[in-house]
């Protein structure tokens, strides 16, 4: 692993990391799999965190065993209801819904020069850090619409470092995802995963919850690696 000192950017998953989305983004599919009689589970639930859209609507439609069951058209509609339930139950963001500690965060790699961007593969991402007030803090937002694979294909996490101008070894990927933190580490980043060790069991850094991610903590576990 690179020491700390070489870090001189960070590369930000949105949804379950700097703001709660994800149970949005699972109350929204859970109808969806209900819907077309697929079970939903938590390790669904788990398995579909960092995934875009359709490639969700297939997990879930595959876990039910009803892959061939819709036409392209169908699984459209599937996925525009689901979005439709997502935005509506994002309108309720504020910035107060920011994660514990990310906004310090947030604030302390601006105070030591640290390069921040996005890498997120939800199209809803712009709209959602209108809401928390975080859109000036990046320097940049990959756009996920021009990205030929989603997570775990490392593209988006080497755009994130482009944005930032950097090589991916400078930088440090931040995740609650299992496929976020194989695309981290696929494009040559230091991956920070937060959440359960077990799911995350990949990350270079694992932290249990967005309170503990500090620039100092970050330091001291880098150090005793
Ligand atoms: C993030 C979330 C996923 C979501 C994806 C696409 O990666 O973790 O759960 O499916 O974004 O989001 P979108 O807002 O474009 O449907
Ligand atoms: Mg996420």
Not at 76 to 105: C, R, S, W
Not at 191 to 206: C, M, T
Not at 212 to 217: K, R
Request: aromatic share 6%; proline share 3%; hydrophobic share 40%.
């Amino acid at each position: 692993m690179v020491t700390f000192s070489e870090i001189s950017g960070f590369a930000f998953d949105l949804d379950g990391v700097i703001t709660d989305t994800a149970k949005f983004h699972a109350m929204a599919w859970q109808q969806v799999a209900e819907q077309v009689g697929t079970k939903w589970t938590s390790q669904l639930a788990d398995n579909l965190k960092g995934i875009d859209r359709m490639t969700s609507l297939e997990m879930i439609l595959k876990a039910g065993g009803h892959e061939t069951e819709y036409s392209d058209t169908e699984k459209e509609q599937l996925a525009d209801e689901k979005n439709h339930n997502y935005v509506n139950l994002i309108k309720t963001l504020t910035p107060d819904d920011i994660l514990p500690g990310m906004l310090d965060f947030i604030q302390s790699l601006h105070q030591n020069h640290y390069k921040l961007a996005l890498a997120s593969v939800s199209r809803n991402a712009p709209v959602i850090l209108e809401r928390l007030g975080l859109t000036d803090s990046f320097e940049g937002i990959v756009d996920p619409a021009s990205l030929k694979l989603g997570k775990p294909d490392p593209e988006i996490y080497i755009r994130a470092a482009e944005v930032m101008h950097l090589d991916p070894d400078k930088v440090i990927g931040v995740e609650d995802a299992a496929a976020g933190v194989t695309s981290i580490n696929k494009a040559g980043e230091t991956s920070l995963g937060i959440g359960d060790a077990k799911i995350l069991h990949e990350a270079n850094l694992i932290f249990a919850n967005t309170k503990e991610v500090t620039l100092q903590a970050i330091k001291e576990k880098m150090t005793a690696n």
